[in-house]
């Protein structure tokens, strides 16, 4: 659960055997841990218009913007043994 948003990531709540932790976190790293976790992610309306918007018009960051929605699609997986990171 993201519990607060700021410009150098998010703070994450953790929650398990030792008890619920708040963890700062960039946000890729809290994305892949909310989908190794099956966690649900939420965002903000306002996040969610402004990324609209970021899409919109010429520019170059649009363009990156609108091409990360056309990319193939990735798998994300736990590695079972440290000799799967080596792939």
């Known amino acids: 659960m993201v519990d607060d948003i700021s ?15 708040l963890v700062d976190a960039r946000s890729s790293d809290a994305l892949n841990l909310a989908v190794l976790t099956d966690a649900p992610v939420f965002a903000a309306p306002d ?14 960051e649009a363009a990156l913007l609108r091409r990360a929605f056309t990319g193939d699609p990735m798998t994300i997986r736990r590695a079972e043994r440290p000799e799967d990171l080596r792939e």
Do not use: F, K, N
């Open 47 to 60: 996040v969610l218009a402004d990324c609209i918007d970021r899409q919109a018009g010429d520019s170059a």
């Open 7 to 21: 410009h150098e990531g998010l703070r994450v709540m953790l929650e398990g055997a030792p008890g619920v932790a």
